[in-house]
């Protein structure tokens, strides 16, 4: 079964790059997508991107201009940078990955990490 | 964007009773091609990332109780919940998958009353 973790400061400086890894584990990062999902405290859920084994990204417009998605196949893990950090950005973030049903995988999400909380404050 | 919308905010009902959380879509997310609604259910209780539990807007994921259904069309969708148990008490999300800009609707609250 596969599982997410997610990792990383969980206090970033205003203006700084909020940096998160997303480490797969029971199965293989290959030939799906792969997603960056946040949570304001007490709020509701904002997509911010996903990935594609091959490097092929797709970010929410309104994130756009400051976030990038990486992955790193080897280390079956995938990245998040999100840069100009401000206190709007607190949230908990999960990463997740879209589920596939009779070959294709049309955009749900089957299987999310635990989350973790980043706080934006000097 | 596709702006999901849903209705009650919250709602508490006692143990066993029937729930029903209505998601409504800013357009159609029906694909005529393949004949199905992009839209997902997820549950999620404090503390815990959100959990699948419907998709084509009402096929149930592997695992999830039978007393949660999904149904409806085009825009308009329910999450139903047959007999309410304690461990349902969650907040409630429906999502879009009809473009790639994935949106959620801003969630219903249930709780036991």
């Known amino acids: 079964q596969v599982q997410l973790q997610e990792s990383g400061p969980g206090l970033v400086k205003p203006s700084e790059t909020l940096s998160l890894t997303c480490t797969v584990s029971g199965g293989s990062i290959s030939s799906l997508y792969w997603n960056w999902i946040r949570q304001p405290p007490g709020k509701g859920l904002e997509w911010i991107g996903y990935i594609y084994d091959t490097g092929r990204t797709n970010y929410n417009p309104s994130l756009k201009s400051r976030v990038t998605i990486s992955v790193d196949t080897s280390k079956n893990q995938f990245s998040l940078k999100l840069s100009s950090a401000t206190a709007a950005d607190t949230a908990v973030y999960y990463c997740a990955r879209v589920g596939c049903n009779n070959g294709t995988c049309p955009g749900w999400f089957d299987t999310w990490g635990q989350g973790t909380l980043v706080t934006v404050s000097s | 964007d596709i702006v999901m919308t849903q209705s009650p905010d919250s709602l508490a009902l006692s143990l066993g009773e029937r729930a029903t959380i209505n998601c409504k879509s800013s357009?159609?997310?029906?694909?005529?091609?393949?004949?199905?609604?992009?839209l997902a259910w997820y549950q999620q209780k404090p503390g815990q990332p959100p959990r699948l539990l419907i998709y084509?807007?009402?096929a149930r994921e592997s695992g999830v109780p039978d007393r949660f259904s999904g149904s409806g069309s085009g825009t308009d969708f329910t999450l139903t919940i047959s007999s309410l148990q304690a461990e349902d008490v969650a907040v409630y999300y429906c999502?879009?998958?009809?473009?790639?800009?994935?949106?959620f609707g801003p969630g219903t609250k249930v709780e036991i009353k």
């Open positions: 999502q879009q998958y009809y473009r790639t800009l994935f949106t």
């Open positions: 357009q159609s997310i029906f694909y005529n091609s393949n004949n199905k609604n992009y």
């Open positions: 084509w807007a009402s």
